[in-house]
């Protein structure tokens, strides 16, 4: 069954929870205060980087289940404990050792470039957003369908560039206070697909507990 535009509204703002370029924004900042004069370019390759990462994942997704023997419903489950651990630390405005390690940032700071590591993978395409990705697909029959998600990846993508491009301006507007209301609500939205996640592979995993 082909799915439908509440269907396609949910990957999007599920994908743009997980992968919050908002809340990534200040580390952005911290990563290039030594180059600033290379901010425009690295936020293009970040966002180049992001758009490859989400097309790569949403043709190969299925193919590395099949390679681990791993069924959709298992994934969906283990995905959506994830989900919920990472939505947590978003309600809790922090960001999650699933996304990145202190050591991580320590060197990527020191690092000559950091647009495709780590802002792009594992910060911005982490674990989280690679599930979530493979889980859209899998949900996917229609062609049309996978031709939307990709749209939607793109758009991601291109939302990452522009929140990245105007990182500075949008900081300068925008306080700490504001930033950590939107990464609770997004992590309240992204608490909600986890659920449903888990629930939807434990009822195929366990048709007895439907």
């Known amino acids: 069954m082909r799915s439908d535009w509440s269907e396609y509204i949910q990957m999007f703002v599920g994908l743009f929870a997980i992968v919050s370029p908002l809340g990534m ?31 790569v994942t949403i043709l ?6 099949n390679i681990f023997s791993i069924s959709v419903d298992a994934f969906r489950v283990a995905g959506g404990i994830l989900l919920m651990i990472i939505a947590l630390g978003m309600l ?6 699933t996304r990145h390690t202190p050591e991580e940032d320590e060197e990527a700071i020191d690092s000559s470039s950091v647009a495709v590591v780590p802002l792009a993978m594992p ?17 996917t029959t229609y062609l049309v369908d996978k031709l939307v998600l990709f749209f939607i990846c793109m758009l991601i993508a291109f939302l990452v560039w522009i929140i990245f491009h105007f990182a ?17 609500v997004m ?21 007895g507990l439907a």
């Open 123 to 139: 910060l911005l395409v982490g674990p989280g957003a690679i599930s979530t990705v493979i889980l859209f697909s899998n949900q």
């Open 92 to 97: 809790e405005a922090k960001r999650g050792r």
């Open 25 to 55: 924004m200040p580390l952005y900042l911290s990563f290039t205060e030594n180059v600033k004069a290379q901010r425009s370019a690295i936020a293009k390759t970040t966002a180049m980087a992001v758009a490859v990462i989400l097309s």
């Open 168 to 184: 500075p301006q949008i900081s300068d507007r925008l306080s700490q206070t504001s930033l950590n209301i939107s990464t609770r």
């Open 187 to 207: 992590g309240l939205i992204l608490a909600a697909m986890a659920v449903e996640f888990v629930v939807g592979g434990l009822r195929n995993l366990l048709p």
């Open 60 to 65: 190969l997704g299925q193919t590395i289940l």
